[in-house]
């Protein structure tokens, strides 16, 4: 098992800037990539970024290209979101998520956290 506990969510006003972190502990050896996606209200949890330990080889959605930054720290067992320029369709629940892969879809992970609030207001 794997377990990852995200941190770092709040309230910002748009424009603004927050770091998510996602500590992972466990059987971390068994976890290629790491991913962020996120849940708004009614609407389906969709792919935000991801990172592999070894090469730091990243993915982003489209809507976040330029405005999020992820990375990890290996030493910590840690993944990082950066998000700057931060909109209002930005609010969300966070979740961080392990997997044996680096991908974009929701299915190919297999340990996830529990989610942090992120409030982007206008």
């Known amino acids: 098992q794997v377990q990852l506990v995200e941190s770092g969510g709040g309230l910002v006003q748009a424009g603004g800037s927050l770091r998510l972190s996602c500590a992972a502990s466990?059987?971390?050896?068994?976890?290629?990539?790491m991913g962020w996606f996120r849940q708004a209200p009614g609407k389906e949890r969709e792919f935000v970024a991801a990172?592999?330990?070894?090469?730091?080889?990243?993915y982003y959605a489209d809507s976040v290209k330029g405005r999020f930054t992820i990375s990890r720290d290996n030493a910590k067992n840690t993944v990082y979101v950066q998000m700057i320029s931060l909109k209002p369709e930005d609010t969300a629940v966070y979740y961080c998520?392990?997997?044996?892969?680096?991908?974009?879809?929701?299915?190919?992970?297999?340990?996830w956290g529990q989610g942090t609030q992120v409030t982007v207001t206008s």
């Open positions: 998520a392990a997997s044996s892969i680096l991908s974009r879809r929701r299915n190919d992970y297999d340990y």
């Open positions: 466990g059987r971390t050896f068994s976890v290629y990539a």
């Open positions: 990172i592999t330990w070894s090469t730091a080889m990243t």
